[in-house]
């Protein structure tokens, strides 16, 4: 077998490169629920410069969390776990599970927000009249999402391309609109610079926004399954992470001006309207919603794996297993039952924006972690830390 020069993927290899590995399902949970979903909600509660404000304070954690990351990562070999493998090899198995279990547990959570997000927003194109509610929209893409990602990852990798094309559509359609509202002369006079947060409070709307920013762990938590994480982890991630900042900040300039707070706190499908193409958007919030749930049920079974294969979790002979393909079967099973328990908890507690506050939680703990991992390593300058990708202290 023979790999092209950069590691991208040929026929017969069983491993992702930094675009199908990293790059892809980042990006696409980064522009996936939150953002279609609760940015208008955030924009009409802060106003412009409170989302701005949350949107840099958001991606200032996950810029540098991720320079920390693709600091490790390219100093010693990544293997299977992500964020827990960084961890353990840097400062131990036990310090390294304790942040692993809180990881695996938030994206096996966030796989609720994302099929929540994704059924609110089939709901809103079904009839009445057709007697679905949103219990059971949610559930029967719980199955549809479970079933694809038991089968296998490299089956939701390809997936993710053409739902990436619908995201991209739906961007151009809604700042196209954008134009078209400005030359109608139907733009708001003077959007409000400052929100009243009569909704929720600034560090509450924070907690609503953050998940927006989680989807860095979901390709880092592939490190087993890429060809060169030392270089995939890196480009892939930073790579996302400033696509989805310019992304986020663009579509809030556009929010507060062709919508009022009062329309951007009463409809989550303000985009939509204001869009050139509506269906354009259902298109990309459907595929992006649905995307990141698929993505968050590929990437936490194989952080439980390489838990298990430590010997982290209880019954770790039974989910370090792995199928013929090499998919962790085992650990996916258990992942989508946690899942599955933490989705009905949420269609009876709230909702999204109830999710959203518990996963933020979960990835601040995991994020502190990762970036201390990095200074104590900086600051102990061991001969071991010689990272190709020096972070300042």
């Given at each position: 077998m023979r790999l092209r020069r950069g590691g991208e993927e040929t026929p017969g290899d069983n491993k992702f490169g930094t675009l199908a590995g990293v790059f892809v399902p980042t990006i696409l949970t980064i522009l996936g629920a939150i953002m279609y979903?609760?940015?208008?909600?955030?924009?009409?509660?802060?106003?412009?410069?409170?989302?701005?404000?949350?949107?840099?304070?958001?991606?200032?954690?996950?810029?540098?969390?991720?320079?920390?990351?693709?600091?490790?990562?390219?100093?010693?070999?990544?293997?299977?776990?992500?964020?827990?493998?960084?961890?353990?090899?840097?400062?131990?198995?036990?310090?390294?599970?304790?942040?692993?279990?809180?990881?695996?547990?938030?994206?096996?959570?966030?796989?609720?927000?994302?099929?929540l997000a994704f059924a609110e927003a089939m709901i809103s194109l079904i009839p009445p009249e057709s007697g679905l509610t949103l219990w059971m929209v949610s559930l029967i893409a719980f199955v549809l999402v479970?079933?694809?990602?038991?089968?296998?990852?490299?089956?939701?990798?390809?997936?993710?391309?053409?739902?990436?094309?619908?995201?991209?559509?739906?961007?151009?359609?809604?700042?196209?609109?954008?134009?078209?509202?400005?030359?109608?002369?139907?733009?708001?006079?003077?959007?409000?610079?400052?929100?009243?947060?009569?909704?929720?409070?600034?560090?509450?709307?924070?907690?609503?926004?953050?998940?927006?920013?989680?989807?860095?762990?979901?390709?880092?938590?592939?490190?087993?399954?890429l060809r060169d994480p030392r270089r995939n982890i890196p480009l892939g991630t930073m790579g996302a992470i400033l696509v989805g900042f310019v992304v986020y900040v663009a579509l809030t300039f556009w929010l507060v001006n062709v919508a009022t707070p009062e329309e951007l706190l009463s409809n989550s499908t303000v985009m939509v309207d204001k869009a050139l193409w509506g269906w354009a958007v259902y298109v990309g919030m459907l595929g992006a919603t649905f995307s990141s749930a698929l993505g968050?049920?590929?990437?936490?079974?194989?952080?439980?794996?390489?838990?298990?294969?430590?010997?982290?979790?209880?019954?770790?002979?039974?989910?370090?297993?792995?199928?013929?393909?090499g998919e962790p079967r085992h650990a996916a099973m258990a992942t989508g039952l946690i899942a599955l328990v933490a989705l009905l908890w949420a269609l009876s507690a709230g909702g999204i924006n109830s999710v959203a506050q518990v996963i933020t939680m979960f990835f601040l703990i995991t994020y502190a972690m990762l970036n201390l991992v990095v200074l104590a390593e900086q600051q102990l300058q061991t001969v071991s830390f010689r990272p190709t990708l020096h972070v300042s202290r």
């Open positions: 979903l609760r940015l208008g909600w955030v924009t009409g509660n802060a106003g412009l410069l409170g989302a701005l404000l949350i949107i840099f304070l958001a991606h200032l954690i996950t810029f540098t969390t991720g320079l920390s990351v693709s600091s490790v990562a390219t100093n010693t070999r990544v293997g299977a776990g992500g964020a827990f493998a960084i961890i353990a090899q840097s400062l131990g198995i036990e310090i390294g599970g304790s942040v692993g279990v809180p990881l695996f547990l938030a994206q096996a959570v966030s796989v609720s927000l994302y099929i479970f079933a694809i990602a038991y089968i296998s990852a490299r089956f939701a990798s390809r997936i993710q391309f053409l739902i990436l094309l619908g995201i991209v559509l739906s961007l151009v359609s809604i700042f196209v609109g954008g134009v078209v509202l400005a030359r109608e002369g139907a733009l708001v006079e003077a959007p409000v610079l400052w929100g009243p947060f009569s909704e929720a409070g600034f560090w509450t709307t924070f907690a609503v926004f953050f998940p927006a920013v989680t989807g860095i762990m979901t390709g880092i938590s592939m490190s087993g399954s968050s049920l590929v990437a936490a079974p194989r952080v439980m794996q390489a838990l298990a294969s430590k010997r982290v979790v209880p019954k770790s002979d039974f989910l370090a297993k792995e199928a013929a393909n």
